[in-house]
């Protein structure tokens, strides 16, 4: 089946120690997106790629970079991540004209 | 800019009653609309869309919606609740062009008593 995947389910970090979340889409969709999520609130957009063509929400941390090498693989990374950065991180991915098709996020706890 | 409105933080219904729960949005041209639902734990699955047409959309799971563009809404129904369904729902409007934005809703928790 077509899906999108998410590495690790859960991560656990230290404070101020890099973290790298990857997601992998089987559905050959040309745009990715990175989102935050925590408790019983919405999922909040971080990023998004259209192909190759990065673009930043405007009040996402700096902590917060993206890297997409490839249309199947996208890959999040959390530079000095703090106390106030646990949460549910969901990647999503979409075509052109199509609805957002999510994976099944990686729960980040910093210690 | 875009918005959506879920009115309703918290809903409890029996098992087998029919569910209805409120959507509003804001947005200056015609929308898409989607509704999402995420199981505690997990990501969010689409459960139905609406991009143009029959303004009656099926989903999965046995949900539908209907678009009313003069009351701007988009409220998601199923006639007869399943203890399976108890989740969180979020409605979520999408900005037409690149990109494919979505601005959600901040959810309405759904509980089914048995």
């Known amino acids: 089946d077509a899906m999108v995947i998410q590495n690790p389910r859960y991560q656990v970090t230290q404070f101020g120690k890099p973290v790298t979340l990857s997601c992998s889409q089987t559905l050959n969709h040309n745009v990715m997106y990175w989102y935050q999520q925590k408790s019983s609130q919405a999922p909040k957009l971080l990023f998004h790629y259209y192909d190759k063509d990065f673009n930043n929400e405007a009040d996402t941390p700096d902590n917060f970079q993206s890297r997409r090498p490839n249309t199947s693989f996208c890959f999040l990374d959390i530079r000095s991540p703090g106390l106030g950065d646990a949460a549910m991180y969901l990647c999503?991915?979409?075509?052109?004209?199509?609805?957002?098709?999510f994976g099944p996020g990686t729960r980040l706890t910093v210690t | 800019a875009q918005s959506v409105t879920q009115p309703d933080i918290h809903i409890t219904v029996s098992e087998g009653a029919s569910l209805e729960l409120r959507c509003n949005y804001s947005y200056g041209a015609t929308p898409y609309l989607f509704w999402y639902v995420q199981s505690p734990g997990q990501g969010l699955q689409l459960l139905l869309k609406?991009?143009?047409?029959?303004?009656l959309v099926q989903g999965i799971k046995g949900f539908e919606a209907e678009f009313k563009r003069s009351q701007s809404s988009f409220n998601l129904r199923k006639p007869s609740v399943h203890w399976s369904d108890a989740a969180e729902y979020f409605c979520a409007v999408g900005i037409t062009g690149g990109g494919n934005k979505l601005t959600f809703g901040t959810g309405t928790q759904l509980k089914v008593e048995l």
């Open positions: 999503a991915t979409s075509s052109v004209a199509g609805g957002q098709y």
């Open positions: 609406y991009f143009s047409g029959d303004t």
